[in-house]
């Protein structure tokens, strides 16, 4: 399994997550379609939401100089700490579930939303944990602090 550790960018993941919940809204059990007043608008403000957490991420990290690329953590320079990040350690993850989510909702079909926790356990294992054991060896005690106080997620 740990060969799949790091490989696919999390945009990527993204794209085959949105792709698959068009696919299963489209050609799978059109019974499960529902209809909510107003999900398009929320769907859009919540599709905001997700774009400006990921945004506010990377530009921490350029505000440090360091790094948001997750496929560069030889490049990572600095403990990101401050900003959004004292919030989530995953901002830019969250927002790309904001996203989804968002997505799911304007497809307004409940098996898109049956991926979205599929998304976030392939996110956990195969990027965020490799990501924090990385953390950890290069920023130790102050990575520990940091993870002790601030949650994965939210």
Request: hydrophobic share 50%.
């Amino acid at each position: 399994m740990k060969s799949l550790e790091l490989k696919v960018p999390p945009v990527a993941q993204v794209i085959v997550t949105a792709a698959a919940m068009a696919g299963v809204s489209t050609k799978v059990a059109p019974a499960l379609k529902f209809s909510l007043k107003g999900s398009a608008a929320l769907a859009m403000g919540l599709g905001t939401i997700g774009l400006g957490s990921a945004i506010l991420g990377v530009t921490q990290f350029k505000k440090a100089q360091t790094t948001p690329n997750p496929q560069a953590l030889e490049k990572v320079s600095s403990l990101v700490t401050s900003g959004i990040y004292q919030y989530s350690r995953n901002p830019m993850y969250v927002g790309l579930v904001l996203i989804l989510f968002s997505w799911a909702l304007y497809l307004s079909h409940f098996l898109a939303f049956v991926l979205l926790p599929l998304f976030i356990l392939h996110m956990t294992r195969f990027q965020i944990q490799p990501e924090e054991r990385i953390l950890a060896q290069k920023f130790g005690k102050a990575y520990q602090t940091y993870k002790a106080k601030v949650r994965r997620w939210v």
